[in-house]
Structures are given as structure tokens and as C-alpha cells.
């Protein structure tokens, strides 16, 4: 990992083309600016944790799964 | 005929007009890029079947039939940026269910759901940053709530 220091306002180029600003740091807060371009998704790591978690789950034993939900959902 | 292996015991026919592309994957099944969308036989439900590992599958549903007021925004030029905004037709949109203890509870996972166009044969999943729409939005089980 590279770990590099900076204070408020100042930038990290990523790639020519992602801009990284540090604006606002408080205790243990770090409030953070990130330009990019639309093709770059961008997410805090808890929801895509928890996306990638909820397809896990979603995604395997589905069908014999189904014919139970089907009375469920029709009750 | 040609068929696609499957969970489900007898093998489903594979028609190319189900397939669906999904060029970055799914979060957690990143490489899994060939799905059909099948019907699942148990309306409402339909299945999307990988192609590459048979032991993966999602159930999906239309999220308007669970969450009448569902809504979802998403900039046009992001659509063409990801490769699902060619055609004629909106996308279709459509939600995964997630089954936990035998069917007992049912969720739906309304904060990412997938972008199908069926003209292309090409789909995403669209993570919402926006956490207004659940993971975990309960469809019964665990009784219900307004979305």
C-alpha cells in the first residue's frame, strides 16, 4: 500500500485523470472530494461489501429455493 | 437442442434471445459474465441462469410489484457508458430476491438493482448510493413495511 501524507486541501492525481482532495479533517473524520471521470464507480466499501455479501447469498441454492417462495409470496 | 445446465433437475432449452451479457460481472460473481434470463415457471418470478457456473442463479422480480412507489435515477450517459443504453426501449428493471431459512424470509435487494436491455442482451447491476432503497427490503417472512 502507499501510504502518502497531506494536509487540508491539497490533491492526489490518480492515473491522470482522478482527482483526490482532501477537504475538511476533524478527530477521526476525513471528509474527501473525488473528481473522475463517469466510467470510474465510485462507492464506500461498506455497501459494495454488502452488495457483493447479499448476491453470495442470493445467488447460490436459489432455485430450490423457488417452489417454497412461491407460497410464501402468494399468501 | 441445446440446453443450459442448470439447478433446476431438467435442463432448460437455451435460446441466444435469453441471453444476457453482463460485461463487469456482478459484485461478488465479478467473472461470471454469460447469463440467460429464463422464466422461472413459478410466475412471478424470473431466473437469471450464469452460463459459466450452473450453480448460480438469482431470482429475480419486477420491483414495482413489491414497491409500487420504486424509483430509480440513472444519468442517461452513464447507460451508454456501460454499454446498456443502445436500443429503442428503456431497460427493463428488475430486482434480486434473496431466500434465507428455506424460503422463510424473503428479501429483496432494492439498492442494486439490474438493468436488463433485451435488445442488446446486455445488463448491469446499479449500485444506488443513495441507501433511501434496501438491501434487505423484507417481501414476506418477516412482515412487511411501506417503501
New interface residues.
Given amino acids: 500500500m502507499l501510504i502518502l501524507t497531506r494536509k487540508k486541501n491539497e490533491e492526489i492525481i490518480i492515473d491522470h485523470t482522478i482527482k483526490i482532495t482532501v477537504i475538511e479533517s476533524t478527530n477521526d473524520h476525513v471528509k474527501i472530494g473525488i473528481e473522475a471521470p463517469?466510467?470510474v464507480?465510485i462507492?464506500?466499501k461498506e455497501?459494495?461489501s454488502?452488495?457483493?455479501?447479499?448476491?453470495?447469498?442470493?445467488?447460490?441454492?436459489?432455485?430450490?429455493?423457488?417452489?417454497?417462495?412461491?407460497?410464501?409470496?402468494d399468501? | 437442442m441445446k440446453t443450459i445446465d442448470?439447478?433446476?433437475a431438467q435442463p432448460v432449452p437455451a435460446d441466444e434471445r435469453q441471453r444476457i451479457f453482463f460485461k463487469e460481472g456482478?459484485?461478488?460473481?465479478e467473472t461470471l459474465t454469460e447469463f440467460a434470463l429464463i422464466d422461472?415457471g413459478?410466475e412471478?418470478?424470473f431466473?437469471l441462469q450464469?452460463l459459466e457456473r450452473s450453480?448460480?442463479?438469482?431470482?429475480l422480480i419486477d420491483p414495482f410489484l413489491i414497491c409500487p412507489d420504486y424509483e430509480i435515477e440513472i444519468?442517461d450517459?452513464?447507460l451508454i457508458?456501460?454499454g446498456i443504453g443502445g436500443g429503442t426501449q428503456s431497460p427493463l428493471v428488475m430486482v434480486?430476491?434473496?431466500?434465507?431459512d428455506?424460503?422463510?424470509s424473503?428479501t429483496a435487494?432494492l439498492?442494486?438493482p439490474l438493468l436488463l436491455n433485451r435488445e442488446t442482451q446486455t445488463g448491469i447491476?446499479y449500485?444506488i448510493?443513495d441507501?433511501k432503497w434496501s438491501?434487505?427490503y423484507p417481501?414476506?417472512?418477516s412482515g412487511g413495511s411501506s417503501c
Avoid: D, M
Avoid at chain 1, 454488502?50 to 409470496?73: D, Y
Fill in positions: 463517469p466510467s464507480r462507492f464506500r455497501l459494495y454488502a452488495i457483493e455479501n447479499e448476491n453470495k447469498i442470493a445467488g447460490v441454492n436459489a432455485v430450490s429455493s423457488l417452489k417454497q417462495a412461491h407460497l410464501h409470496f399468501k | 442448470s439447478q433446476t456482478l459484485p461478488g460473481f422461472s413459478q412471478p418470478f431466473l450464469s450453480e448460480v442463479a438469482f431470482i444519468p450517459a452513464e457508458e456501460r434480486i430476491l434473496t431466500l434465507r428455506h424460503a422463510s424473503i435487494n439498492q442494486a447491476q449500485i448510493n441507501s438491501i434487505r417481501v414476506s417472512g
